[in-house]
C-alpha cells in the first residue's frame, strides 16, 4: 500500500508559522530573556511573513489533508486580519512588558502558538481539525492571559478564562459528538451534502448544533455567554487584552460563520433563531451595561460584546451580502479596537498605568494628539460618519434590511444610540474636565507608529475602501461557492 501524501501548500503559511514558534522558542531558550526584544520582532516579521504567504494563495477552493483542511478566498481574508492584528498586539508589548518587568522570551512565542490556532480555525473543514485549532489557540491563550504572575488580577484572569474556556470547549465538542452520532460523519462537506440532498435533520442533530454554536459564542464572547469577558479583559496584561479584542475575536468569528453557513447552510431555520436571540442580546448588554463602567478596560471588553452583537447581524441574514458585511466590519473593528487598546497602553503618569475612565479628564490639555486620535476610535466606534465604524453598522445593517431582518436593524440602530453616550462621553471627559494628572509623553516609537496608522486608516477608510469592500465581498462569493 503507497502512502498518500497531502498537498501541503495550501497550509503554508500555517506551516511556515509553527516551524517559526520552534525556532523562536529553541533561540529564546538558549539565548535567554535577554534577548525578549530581538525574538519579538522576529515574531512580527514571521507572522507577517505568514500573511504575504496567505495572500500569495491565489483563488479557488482546496480541500486536503483528508478532507480536514480547506483553503479559500475566505480563509486569505480572514487569515491576513487574524496576522497584522497579531502582529500589532505584539508590537504593544514591546514597550509594556519591559516597564513592568514581565519582558520573557516565551510571551512573543506563545503569541505565535494561538495565532496558529487561529489559522487552524479558520481553515477547519471538519469538527476534529475545527477543535483541534481551537485548543492550540486556546491553550496559548490561558498562559498569555496569567502572564503576569506577580499580579493577583492576571493570575485570577488566566483561571477564570481558563475554567470557562473549558466549559465552552466541553459544549463545542459534546455538540459536534451530538452531530456525528446522528449525521454519521464529522466532515464539513459530507454534513452539507447529506443536507442538501433532503436528509431527515433529527431534534439529536438540532441540540448538537445549538451545543456546537453556544460554544462558539463563548469564543467570541457573545451574550449570554460573555460573563467571562470583562474580567479577564481588566485582569489581563494590556496588551494581551488587546490582543484578545482583536485576533481571536476575528478567528471565532470566522469559524462561526463557516460552521452555519458550509456544513449547516440548509439548516438555515434551526439555527436562525439561535444567532437572532444572540445577537439582539449582545448589543443589548453590550450597550447598556458599558454605561456604568469606570474602568476603560471593563468599558471595551462591554464595548466588543455589543461590537460582535453587530457583526452577528449581518450574520444572522444567511445571505451573501449578510457575510460581506461581517468582514468588513472585522476588518474595520480590529483598526479600531487595536488603536483604542494603543491609546490606553499610551496613559502613564509617572510610568504608572492609568485605566480609570475619570484619568482621561483633561488629556486634551496635556497631550493633545492623544485626545486626538482617542476621540477618532471613540467616534468611529460610536458609528459617527465619515470614520470608518460607520461604514461597518452601514454594511450590516442594509444586508439585515435587504433580508426583511427588520427587528434586528432597529435594534442595532437604537443601541448604537445608546452606545454612543459612553463613547462620546469619554470625548467630553478629554476636552471639557479639568486635568487630574499629567500623562507622560509617548516614548515607544513602536507604540506612536500603531497610533498613527491605526488612526489615519480610521479617519481615511472612506477615501479608498475598495481594497477592504472587494477583498470582503471576494471571501463571501467563494464562502457560498463552496
Not at 442595532?412 to 486635568?435: C, H, N, Q, W
Amino acid at each position: 500500500m503507497t502512502a498518500v501524501f497531502p498537498d501541503i501548500w495550501p497550509a503554508l503559511p500555517e506551516i511556515f508559522l509553527a516551524l517559526s514558534g520552534v525556532a523562536l522558542l529553541m533561540l529564546g531558550v538558549f539565548r535567554g530573556d535577554g534577548f525578549t526584544r530581538p525574538v519579538s520582532y522576529l515574531a512580527i516579521v514571521c507572522m507577517l511573513l505568514a500573511a504575504v504567504l496567505a495572500m500569495g494563495y491565489g483563488s479557488g477552493r482546496v480541500v486536503t489533508f483528508n478532507g480536514m483542511f480547506v483553503m479559500d478566498a475566505f480563509g486569505v481574508f480572514m487569515k491576513v486580519l487574524v496576522l497584522v492584528s497579531a502582529a500589532f498586539a505584539v508590537i504593544l508589548s514591546l514597550g509594556f512588558n519591559e516597564r513592568e518587568q514581565m519582558a520573557r522570551f516565551e510571551f512573543p512565542v506563545l503569541m505565535i502558538f494561538a495565532t496558529l490556532g487561529m489559522l487552524m480555525m479558520i481553515s477547519a473543514n471538519d469538527f476534529i481539525s475545527l477543535y483541534v485549532g481551537l485548543e492550540t489557540q486556546s491553550l496559548a491563550l490561558y498562559v498569555i492571559a496569567a502572564f503576569r504572575r506577580d499580579s493577583g488580577k492576571s493570575s485570577e484572569a488566566g483561571l477564570k478564562y481558563f475554567v470557562l474556556g473549558s466549559l465552552s470547549s466541553g459544549m463545542l465538542l459534546y455538540g459536534a459528538s451530538l452531530v456525528y452520532g446522528f449525521a454519521g460523519t464529522t466532515s464539513f462537506d459530507k454534513v452539507a451534502a447529506l443536507f442538501a440532498g433532503g436528509a431527515h435533520v433529527s431534534p439529536g442533530l438540532v441540540i448538537g448544533l445549538v451545543f456546537v454554536m453556544a460554544g462558539l459564542a463563548f469564543k467570541v464572547s457573545a451574550a449570554p455567554f460573555h460573563m467571562w469577558t470583562p474580567d479577564v479583559y481588566e485582569g489581563a496584561p494590556t496588551p494581551v487584552t488587546a490582543f484578545f479584542a482583536a485576533a481571536p475575536k476575528v478567528a471565532a468569528i470566522a469559524l462561526l460563520t463557516r460552521v452555519v453557513m458550509e456544513p449547516f447552510g440548509h439548516l438555515a431555520a434551526q439555527w436562525h433563531q439561535v444567532l437572532v436571540a444572540t445577537a439582539i442580546l449582545s448589543m443589548v448588554i453590550g450597550s447598556f451595561v458599558a454605561i456604568m463602567q469606570t474602568n476603560i478596560k471593563r468599558l471595551m471588553a462591554y464595548s466588543s460584546i455589543g461590537h460582535v452583537g453587530y457583526a452577528l447581524v449581518g450574520l444572522t441574514t444567511g445571505t451573501q451580502d449578510g457575510v460581506r458585511g461581517v468582514l468588513i466590519y472585522m476588518a474595520l473593528y480590529i483598526a479600531m479596537n487595536i488603536g483604542a487598546f494603543a491609546v490606553i497602553l499610551s496613559m502613564k503618569a509617572k510610568g504608572q498605568m492609568l485605566e480609570e475612565i475619570k484619568d482621561f479628564a483633561g488629556l486634551s490639555k496635556t497631550n493633545p494628539m492623544l485626545a486626538a486620535t482617542m476621540a477618532i476610535f471613540m467616534f468611529s466606534m460610536a458609528g459617527i460618519p465619515p470614520m470608518a465604524g460607520f461604514f461597518g453598522k452601514l454594511y450590516v445593517f442594509l444586508a439585515a434590511i435587504a433580508a426583511q431582518e427588520y427587528t434586528l436593524a432597529v435594534v442595532g440602530v437604537l443601541t448604537s444610540v445608546v452606545g454612543a453616550f459612553y463613547y462620546l462621553r469619554i470625548i467630553k471627559i478629554m476636552y471639557f474636565d479639568e486635568p487630574v494628572v499629567v500623562v507622560d509623553k509617548v516614548d515607544d516609537d513602536g507604540m506612536t507608529g500603531v497610533l498613527v496608522l491605526t488612526s489615519l486608516f480610521t479617519l481615511l477608510f472612506f477615501v479608498a475602501p475598495a481594497p477592504i469592500l472587494n477583498g470582503a465581498a471576494a471571501a463571501a462569493a467563494a464562502l457560498f461557492a463552496g
